[in-house]
């Protein structure tokens, strides 16, 4: 029955085919801003994981055609081939530090720094967002609850010394869809957030080691060994 499944209807007395969607409305407008947090972390989600890979496309090719270049003492074309391969973050931080080629190995060692953090800062980018949604989502979720059970027992309060059942069930499980819909984007949204930071923490790491082995590289070409 893929989504759908049998929920006992007591005003019908009988079994009632329900799909997901009518029941997610049942939640009101807090399931709204569930729905619209979703969707943009969804976005985030996508934008990032496709960003990710394409910082790394071409890396190993672009470092071989730099040296060859660097090689001919043609720094130039070096810088230019870096420029244009601005998608990788490794070429971005390369051209910055060709361009002080004549600094020492300390001036060189900041340069990559500096142009490490801002490279870190914009694959970083929205990662804060998604940890926010991470963790409003479930509150949102619980405010949904809480104030759908203040509403069964407003309700109950005016109708007396006399509980209908069917009101008292029918409105619980009302007021618990939100706190489903909250638990389930909230874990969503941070299974993505650990998994995107861990991807930013390695890709972080190997460019940073494959700029000191660039430079390594260049030291020794300069020394003519």
């Known amino acids: 029955m893929g989504l759908e499944y049998i929920l006992l209807n007591a005003s019908t007395n009988g079994l009632e085919t329900t799909n997901w969607f009518s ?3 049942k939640g009101g407008w807090l399931m709204l801003a569930l729905l619209l947090i979703s ?3 969804i976005e985030i989600i996508i934008e990032k994981i496709i960003k990710l890979r394409k ?3 071409g890396e190993d090719e ?3 055609e730099v040296l060859e270049n660097l090689r001919s ?3 130039d074309k070096a810088i230019n081939i870096c420029e244009e391969n601005s998608q990788s973050a490794l070429a971005a931080i390369l051209a910055k530090a060709i361009d002080k080629i004549d600094i020492g190995l300390s001036g060189k060692k900041e340069v990559i720094d500096l142009s490490l953090k801002k490279e870190i800062h914009q694959m970083e980018k929205k990662l804060g967002t998604l940890a926010t949604f991470s963790a409003i989502a479930p509150l949102i979720g619980f405010l949904g609850t809480v104030t759908g059970m203040v509403k069964v027992f407003m309700k109950l309060g005016e109708m007396g010394g006399g509980v209908d059942i069917t009101l008292l069930s029918n409105g619980i499980w009302e007021a618990l ?3 489903v819909g909250g638990l389930s984007v909230g874990i969503i949204c941070i299974m993505f957030y650990n998994y995107l930071v861990g991807k930013v923490e390695t890709i ?3 460019i940073e080691d494959k700029a ?3 430079f390594l590289t260049i030291r020794r070409i300069n020394h003519g060994s």
């Open 23 to 25: 029941i997610a409305t």
């Open 39 to 41: 969707f943009l972390a």
């Open 73 to 75: 003492n043609n720094v």
């Open 177 to 179: 869809i939100t706190t």
């Open 55 to 57: 910082i790394r496309k």
């Open 62 to 64: 672009i470092v071989e």
């Open 212 to 214: 000191n082995d660039f």
């Open 204 to 206: 972080t790491q190997e």
